[in-house]
C-alpha cells in the first residue's frame, strides 16, 4: 500500500541550482497535485494535472514547471533555485470525480534554497 | 474566492477531555470537506470527508460536521489521549477552480497533557 510517494525527503539546493521532485502513486488516480506549505501559512497549489499530457497552473506556478508522461508519475521542476521557494512541498492525488473524492497525500519534500 | 479559517491556532487541552475543532469557509457551494493530521516533520494523513449532501461523518473518537448554510464545519475529539498532539487541517473542494483542488485553512496546533 504505498500511496502516493515523494523523492527526496530533504534536499538543500544553491540559489540558481535546479533540480526535480518526485511523486508517484500506485492508486490509477488521474487527478495530481503540487502544494507548498510555509510556516504559519495554509497549503497553496502549485501546478496540478487532471490526467496525462494535461497540467495547469495553480495559485503560485512562478518557477516551477511540471510534466505528466504517465497516470503514475507528476514531477515538479525547479529551475533557477531562489530562497523564496525554501518550503516543504507535497504532492497529493485523488481518483476521477476529483471533487467529491477523497484526496491522498505524500510525506513531503523538505526543500531549502542557500 | 474560498477562504478557509480555523479558530483557534493552537490548543492545549488535559488527556481525556472531549474537543471541538473549528473551521469556516466563505464560499458555501463546495463539493465536499476534507479534514487531515499532520505529524511534525510528516506528511497529511485524511481523516474524514464529508460531502455537501451529507451532515456528518464518524471514525471512531472523531466526528466531523458540516453546516453549509452557516459556512462551518467542525470536528469533535473525543475522550482525547496524547497521541492525538498533532495540527489539524480542514480544507474545502469548491465547484469551479483548479479541478477539485483543496483549499486549506491554516490548521489547529492541538497538544494533549497527560
Known amino acids: 500500500n504505498a500511496g502516493v510517494t515523494q523523492t527526496p525527503k530533504f534536499r538543500i539546493l544553491k540559489i540558481g541550482q535546479s533540480m526535480t521532485l518526485q511523486c508517484t502513486q500506485d492508486?490509477?488516480?488521474?487527478?495530481m497535485y503540487w502544494y507548498r506549505q510555509d510556516p504559519g501559512m495554509g497549503l497553496k497549489l502549485i501546478y496540478y494535472?487532471?490526467?496525462?499530457?494535461?497540467?495547469d497552473k495553480g495559485e503560485v506556478p512562478n518557477g516551477y514547471n511540471v510534466s505528466r508522461s504517465t497516470t503514475e508519475d507528476f514531477p515538479l521542476r525547479l529551475e533557477l533555485a531562489a530562497p523564496s521557494q525554501t518550503s516543504v512541498y507535497f504532492c497529493?492525488?485523488?481518483?476521477?470525480?476529483?471533487?467529491?473524492?477523497?484526496?491522498?497525500f505524500g510525506q513531503g519534500t523538505r526543500l531549502t534554497v542557500v | 474566492k474560498q477562504e478557509v479559517t480555523q479558530i483557534p491556532a493552537a490548543l492545549s487541552v488535559p488527556e481525556g477531555e472531549n474537543l471541538v475543532l473549528n473551521c469556516s469557509f466563505t464560499?458555501?457551494?463546495?463539493?465536499?470537506l476534507q479534514w487531515f493530521r499532520q505529524d511534525p516533520g510528516k506528511g497529511l494523513t485524511s481523516l474524514l470527508l464529508?460531502?455537501?449532501?451529507?451532515r456528518e461523518q464518524t471514525s471512531g473518537r472523531l466526528n466531523a460536521s458540516l453546516d453549509k448554510s452557516s459556512g462551518r464545519s467542525t470536528l469533535y475529539i473525543a475522550a482525547s489521549q496524547p497521541g492525538d498532539s498533532a495540527t489539524y487541517l480542514c480544507?474545502?473542494?469548491?465547484?469551479?477552480?483548479?479541478?477539485?483542488?483543496?483549499?486549506f485553512g491554516k490548521g489547529t496546533k492541538l497538544s494533549v497533557k497527560p
Open positions: 464560499d458555501s457551494a463546495i463539493y465536499n
Open positions: 494535472s487532471v490526467g496525462a499530457g494535461i497540467t
Open positions: 497529493a492525488s485523488r481518483r476521477q470525480g476529483a471533487g467529491d473524492t477523497e484526496a491522498f
Open positions: 492508486m490509477n488516480h488521474n487527478y
Open positions: 464529508i460531502q455537501s449532501s451529507q
Open positions: 480544507a474545502s473542494s469548491n465547484y469551479g477552480g483548479s479541478q477539485g483542488n483543496l483549499i
